[in-house]
């Protein structure tokens, strides 16, 4: 949403799958940087997450303590 936010704030288009979104085309610099800052930020902060996430499933795969177990689909489960 910060994305879209901050090109409202910009005098061009916007078009979601060819299709042009109602413009709010009135420049706003301020509130293109403002948006701009926390869609960087988003993303990193998003980026950081999906690392940790991956990080601990890899985690429970070398401990091999049964968490990964349960997250992945096991023969056995479904055999039935």
Known sequence: LPGLFGSFSTPYPIKYFGMG?????????????AMSALHFASAWILMALVALHVAAAVWHLVRRDGI?????????EHAA
């Open 68 to 76: 990964a177990q349960r997250m992945l689909w096991s023969r056995k």
């Open 21 to 33: 979104l109602p413009a709010w085309n009135h420049e706003w610099a301020a509130g293109k940087e």
